[in-house]
């Protein structure tokens, strides 16, 4: 899916370029056949989902300039995996989302309701 829609059904907003985020470093969760990940979910980085995502073995917060990642802190916006994201929330540490700047495949593993109670831009 290279489209360019969110989960609101409207056309898919940046998420963020400092730093620049998305599995292309295009600013946009975009996805196409190489994201296996599904790196869709524009979430705000918290200190309690950096530790989650630190404890499930992948740490977020160090840089690693070999794949153009410059390691997050909490406040930066940054294209989560679908999965990762939905496990956070399982586990009480989602962090919040950009609905605007998420792509409608997350819509794939995450119905948009709980999207909504966890967003930081309410679509009502």
Same mark, same amino acid.
């Given at each position: 899916m290279n489209?360019?829609?969110?989960?609101?059904?409207?056309?898919?907003?940046?998420?963020c370029?400092d730093?620049?985020?998305?599995?292309?470093r295009t600013g946009?969760?975009?996805?196409g056949?190489?994201?296996t990940?599904?790196?869709?979910?524009?979430?705000e980085m *918290?200190? #309690?989902f950096?530790?989650?995502?630190?404890s499930?073995?992948?740490? &977020?917060? @160090?840089?690693?300039p070999?794949?153009?990642?410059p390691?997050?802190?909490?406040?930066d916006?940054w294209c989560l995996?679908a999965?990762?994201?939905?496990?956070?929330?399982?586990?009480?540490v989602?962090?919040?989302?950009?609905?605007?700047?998420?792509?409608?495949? *997350?819509? #794939?593993f995450?119905?948009l309701?709980l999207?909504?109670?966890h967003? &930081?831009? @309410?679509?009502?």
């Amino acid at each position: 899916m290279n489209d360019t829609i969110n989960v609101l059904g409207a056309a898919l907003q940046p998420c963020c370029t400092d730093p620049m985020t998305g599995f292309y470093r295009t600013g946009s969760c975009l996805t196409g056949p190489g994201d296996t990940g599904s790196h869709v979910v524009c979430a705000e980085m *918290t200190d #309690e989902f950096l530790a989650y995502s630190r404890s499930r073995g992948n740490d &977020l917060s @160090p840089p690693a300039p070999q794949f153009s990642f410059p390691g997050l802190v909490a406040g930066d916006q940054w294209c989560l995996c679908a999965v990762r994201w939905r496990e956070a929330l399982d586990a009480g540490v989602a962090p919040p989302v950009v609905l605007a700047s998420t792509h409608r495949k *997350t819509l #794939e593993f995450v119905p948009l309701e709980l999207l909504e109670r966890h967003a &930081l831009d @309410p679509s009502s």
